[in-house]
């Protein structure tokens, strides 16, 4: 079992819509979480990270941590064309290694 | 503010070279992580540096080491390359010493014939 499992998609959700992606991890020692997205050809690029219980909010970006369940899920409302990208997944254990998940490509279309 | 810089961006090595990878991270960044990435297994953690020190190694063999220098570049080395090492090569930096925000440069696109 991998530490930190995402969905690899793709999820194709039409323009305007609400993405919603999940992450579930296995080390419950994981304190903070990040997601990263990253265009097809590029590097990874932070979005939000996540450190308490609960949700959060950036923009169009919500990120929610359940350490009970562990999961972290992020939600992209009134999603974009410019989207489209593979998210990915980062929980950070003690010992301050941080590992990624697999990433969920995510396609909105117009 | 520069952003983190990586050379070279690509390279082209046949089995059993070895490899030198250079990353500059952003300026006042002084914890410098390197991982792997490849379509079938993402993005693994090969290593990170704070201080000129190793604080964190992934689960690859001592083939792939890494070093950091007192302007906090950091590179890494890979001997005895293999067809599997063949991968984008991630640098990224943080500004200290806690892990998770990233930022990361474009990397090094190694292919090994």
């Known amino acids: 079992q991998k530490e930190v499992e995402q969905n690899s998609g793709p999820l194709s959700v039409p323009e305007g819509a609400i993405a919603s992606l999940n992450c579930t991890y296995s080390d419950r020692g994981s304190q903070s979480f990040f997601w990263y997205r990253q265009y097809s050809g590029k590097s990874p690029e932070l979005i939000m990270s996540i450190y308490s219980n609960g949700d959060k909010e950036d923009g169009r970006f919500t990120a929610q941590l359940n350490k009970a369940s562990q999961y972290v899920s992020l939600l992209i409302r009134d999603s974009q064309p410019s989207d489209s990208a593979t998210y990915l997944c980062?929980?950070?254990?003690?010992?301050?290694?941080?590992?990624f998940g697999g990433g969920t490509r995510v396609l909105v279309k117009p | 503010k520069a952003g983190v810089t990586q050379t070279p961006r690509y390279l082209i090595k046949t089995r059993g070279q070895q490899v030198t990878l250079s990353c500059s991270p952003i300026?006042?960044?002084?914890?410098v992580s390197w991982y792997q990435q490849t379509p079938g297994q993402g993005l693994q953690f090969l290593f990170e540096?704070?201080?000129?020190?190793?604080?964190n190694k992934g689960n690859f063999p001592g083939r792939f080491s890494g070093r950091q220098f007192s302007n906090s570049r950091s590179e890494m080395n890979v001997s005895t390359l293999e067809l599997g090492d063949s991968a984008l090569y991630l640098c990224?930096?943080?500004?200290?010493?806690?892990?998770?925000?990233?930022?990361f440069g474009e990397g090094s696109r190694l292919t090994v014939l």
């Open positions: 980062a929980g950070k254990a003690a010992g301050n290694k941080l590992t």
């Open positions: 540096y704070f201080s000129e020190t190793q604080r």
């Open positions: 990224a930096s943080s500004v200290g010493q806690v892990i998770g925000e990233l930022f």
């Open positions: 300026s006042g960044h002084r914890s």
